[in-house]
């Protein structure tokens, strides 16, 4: 197979962020989209010839969305000698009994509910780390919608552990545009199984993603320089306020990110917490410590009120 390109990107995101150990056994999150398909592929050659024992298994949660058939993908993996496993999940009915308030499916109680089943499958198998196919466009859009929207410059991290679920999630194609993605899984005839969840192309990662490729036509090297940003760590310069009884201060006090009726998003040196008050008692305050990742999905235009719901649903149906 020609995949030549995203190799040496796998290798490189893997010598730079040390991604893979000795003996690990790595979970590939499938979707069934085009990104995930070429991991899971690119990922299970590099463990071919990479200096490390490991092995690569792809996880496929059945959310439940209708007319998604996975029979190409099961072939395929068969055929290149992919071990590849299915689990059933209850994650549309869900969606469907909690709508917001236009009728949609929540995207971020989704983004929750896929994660966490992938999480407990890959524990189920006794993987040691979950990989997702998140790729450097991927990473820019994340940038921007946070600059935008909550005044920060942050992405997602290219390996990155939580201590909640004792998971390391690692994302190998950081280094990967998605032009090269489409180009490997075109030439090398990959399947790959379109999502049919209605939100799908609607949301407000597709129109940044709409903006940056206008962006890159008018300035074409934007695309390359922004990616080593990312990690050019020895030339950023951003303000620094001076005094160190400041910063102190700034690390021990709450910073409110954002407020919508009667719940607010917070910060506390590194935690986050959504801030609410039972109705018996409207003047306690009480806090809900979130992930990072749900924080970053607020700032980007999710409602408090949708992750606050979020956690009683999942309470409710443990």
Not at 61 to 72: A, C, H, Q
Not at 269 to 286: C, E, L, T
């Amino acid at each position: 197979m020609e995949l030549h390109t995203i190799l040496g990107d796998i290798r490189k995101a893997d010598q730079d962020y040390h991604l893979i150990d000795d003996g690990d056994r790595i979970a590939v999150g499938v979707s069934g989209g085009k990104d995930s398909m070429v991991l899971l592929t690119a990922l299970h050659m590099y463990s071919k010839f990479a200096d490390r024992n490991f092995e690569v298994v792809g996880i496929h949660i059945k959310l439940g969305f209708p007319n998604m058939d996975f029979s190409e993908v099961v072939a395929f993996c068969r055929q290149q000698g992919i071990t590849f496993y299915q689990f059933d999940s209850q994650v549309y009915e869900i969606l469907k009994r909690n709508p917001d308030k236009e009728g949609n499916i929540k995207c971020s109680l989704c983004s929750k509910f896929k994660k966490a089943t992938v999480i407990d499958a890959a524990k189920k198998l006794n993987c040691t780390k979950v990989a997702f196919g998140h790729h450097s466009d991927d990473a820019v859009e994340t940038l921007m919608m946070n600059a935008i929207h909550g005044g920060k410059l942050a992405t997602f991290l290219p390996k990155m552990y939580m201590s909640r679920t004792d998971t390391t999630f690692i994302r190998p194609l950081v280094y990967s545009y998605e032009s090269d993605i489409l180009s490997a899984l075109e030439r090398n005839q990959i399947p790959f199984v379109k999502s049919t969840c209605p939100n799908d192309g609607y949301t407000e990662r597709q129109a940044m993603k709409d903006m940056l490729q206008e962006f890159y036509r008018s300035y074409p090297m934007a695309q390359k320089n922004f990616i080593r940003m990312l990690y050019n760590e020895d030339q950023v310069e951003l303000w620094h306020r001076e005094g160190d009884h400041m910063a102190e201060k700034a690390k021990s006090m709450s910073v409110l990110l954002k407020e919508e009726k009667d719940l607010q998003l917070a910060r506390h040196g590194a935690n986050y917490f959504i801030v609410y008050s039972h109705s018996d008692n409207p003047k306690q305050r009480h806090h809900l410590k979130i992930r990072e990742d749900e924080s970053i999905a607020i700032m980007e235009g999710t409602p408090i009120a949708e992750i606050f719901q979020a956690y009683s649903s999942v309470k409710h149906t443990q």
